[in-house]
């Protein structure tokens, strides 16, 4: 069974500042997916980045970038000149490619961060 | 799009009465899960629909907990009855068949209950 792992409950960094969050992945599965989803206080959950396990090049998406290390099974989310608007609860998620009906999307516990202004 | 549409967005109610969340999922989309959120156990996911049949409900806590998907474009959860420990955020997502899109889920805003 798959799991996906997020060590740090909460985290705090000033505004303008890099953080990177980390998330950690257990599968034996070669292809799949991973994602990180930002849940800001109004709830919402939206779509950051995702990675797909065959492509070696990281994926980036504006301020956000992830450091995807396939063997170690690890898939840290780096937030460059962070902003207020960056405050959210961040989850991490796996998902097996191609999935089958009855797989399902694995969530990590989420981290919590706050940019102080 | 509108996307994923959930109501109520907040339900305050009595312990041992009924509750009922609705979802409309985005246009088009197959998949529609139902997650609950509560700071103790994080996100999990209670059950999920492709093509409006139940795929996996192994996640439904007890008896209590019920989903329908009549049709593509609407779900329910109901709780009956309910119990104080069913407090939290109850989220309804949509997705694209896993073969051709990419596995994203689209949320709705959440439904916070509270049960006194």
């Known amino acids: 069974a798959q799991t996906v792992t997020q060590s740090q409950p909460e985290m705090s960094v000033q505004e303008a500042e890099t953080v990177t969050l980390s998330c950690t992945y257990d599968?034996?599965?070669?292809?799949?997916?991973l994602f990180w989803y930002k849940q800001p206080p109004s709830r919402q959950m939206i779509l950051v980045i995702r990675?797909?396990?065959?492509?070696?090049q990281n994926a980036t998406e504006n301020r956000f970038s992830v450091n995807f290390q396939k063997a170690a099974k690890s898939f840290s989310l780096k937030i460059s000149d962070s902003q207020l608007g960056d405050t959210a609860m961040y989850f991490c998620a796996f998902m097996k490619s191609p999935m089958n009906r009855d797989d399902k999307i694995i969530f990590g516990k989420g981290t919590r961060l706050h940019i102080l202004p | 799009d509108a996307g994923v549409i959930q109501s109520p967005r907040h339900e305050v109610t009595e312990m041992g009465q009924e509750v009922t969340l609705r979802c409309k999922p985005i246009?088009?989309?197959?998949?529609l899960f139902w997650y609950r959120q509560t700071m103790m156990r994080g996100l999990e996911l209670l059950i999920y629909?492709?093509?409006?049949?139940?795929?996996?409900d192994s996640g439904m806590p007890e008896d209590r907990f019920s989903a329908k998907m009549p049709n593509a474009s609407f779900s329910t959860l109901k709780i009956q009855p309910s119990e104080p420990r069913d407090s939290a955020v109850y989220f309804c997502?949509?997705?694209?068949?896993?073969?051709?899109?990419?596995?994203?889920?689209?949320f709705g805003e959440g439904s916070r209950l509270t049960v006194l």
């Open positions: 599968t034996s599965e070669n292809n799949y997916y």
């Open positions: 997502a949509s997705s694209l068949s896993r073969g051709i899109g990419t596995g994203e889920l689209f």
């Open positions: 246009s088009g989309h197959d998949y």
């Open positions: 629909f492709n093509n409006n049949v139940p795929i996996d």
């Open positions: 990675q797909e396990a065959y492509k070696q």
